[in-house]
């Protein structure tokens, strides 16, 4: 913990607010401006572009990005000359099958001469994510292109709520408050965004009824964040006949794959649509959903494959591999990353109008949620891993116990120290509690799933075997 998180900490709410607003206005300052809302005007146009005016922008785009990576990125422009590939090379969409896949481990070995090098380091915005897999990733973004992802998002929620700067309630995985803390409130406030911040820490049995009355409160009209969290607040409506005490516009999920009964009870419960959305930490390309169903890709901002094995692509409805490729990544670019999830197309033209790709499915994360006595519901822990060196390959928390846990690391042998998992436990117990049993187990590999996805969290308690959603059921 920083010395401005241990301050934070132990000031009182009225500061933490005062705080959490400060930091809330510098973000806003460098995510909104006139290209934002410039971007914003431009996507209201193309959203409705004829399927000829989207490929003949991606393959524009293809070849700056390209040419760039040669030009300033040593990673690409060492594997591209190599191969003999430049931005000629491209000369349609089909040809992006001639350049390389990126995988996870590549980004991971090559972080560094990743990087543009055309913009200083310091004058880039850089995200931190544990990825899929749970192993530490950097990736720099312009300031200008982290305006136009934000110009992205507002599109979508301008589809539900054409107001700007809508009260928003979110569900953070960041530890903005006390883990210590059960009396509430379980949440701040940044003035900045009339975004009130919730933790998603805090949520057991006897602190819902808290969250729905500050919430009530509160009166956001969008609800977003960890697609978990707002689950539980939402059983618990159902559950407890609690209806209309929370009316937002639209509840938009992250993190975690939305399964239909998960759907289910959070429209049941806040009687609004859930708008579905995909994106990464690392720039990947933005999809979402739209009021009338339709799971849009956003071409504007790159371009989506779902691939076979063998790397042949996917027929609609076919599961495969998601390798994308960014227009909003200039700083660490993607071009053809695999980035670890599983996807499928669905055919068809959406009745609202929009020429945009469509997605059937999208499995982003495949992750179990834990259970303790002392925190309840975990369901996520991957903020845990940020900021840790590339020395750990990949990692895998387990839950084995009630309150026992087993931290599985893929170390890279030739950087590895023992005190990468010193720190890594210390992370742990702010999520899980002081009282979780913790054992770090170095491992030559960690078990994927049969969608070959390496799952970050996975409950393998015996006692709690069933999926979360029954352990928090049992649990109320």
Known sequence: MSKIESIYHKSPVVVQNIMSSIK??????????????????????????????????????????????INHVPFYKERYTALKLNSSTIKNLFDINLLPIISKEDFRQHNNS?????????????????????????????????????????????????????????FTGKLIVDPNNSKGPFHRVNHASNQYLFSSHHLVKSNIDKYINELSLVKPEQIDGIASSIYAIADHIIRHDRFGAIQPKVVIPTSETIWPHIRERIEKAFQCKVANQYGSQEGAPLAYECPHGGFHISPESGIFEILHPDSSPCRPGESGRLVVTSFLSEGTPLIRYDIGDVASWKTGVCI??????????????????????ERGVISRVDSAFKNLPNAIKATQVAQVGLNQFQVRIVPDRNTYREEYADTLVENLHYYLGNSAVIDVKLVSEIQRTSGGKLRAMVNECKTVQNDILTTWNSAN
């Open 114 to 170: 990743l990087v543009s090098t055309h913009i200083h380091r310091k004058k880039m915005w850089v995200s931190y994510t544990s990825g899929t897999t749970g192993t530490p990733l950097s990736a720099y973004r312009t300031h200008n292109q982290l305006q136009e992802t934000m110009a992205f998002m507002e599109r979508l929620y301008g589809w539900y709520n054409p107001k700007l700067w809508r009260s928003r309630a979110s």
């Open 24 to 69: 809330g206005f510098q973000i806003r300052q460098v995510r909104y401006s006139k290209h934002t809302w410039k971007t914003l005007d431009f996507l209201k146009k193309s959203q409705f572009w004829e399927v000829d005016q989207f490929e003949d922008y991606q393959l524009e785009k293809l070849k700056k990005l390209v040419n760039h990576a």
């Open 352 to 373: 609202c109008g929009r020429n945009m790709p469509m997605l059937e499915t999208i499995e982003g994360r495949i992750d179990d949620m834990f259970f303790t006595i």
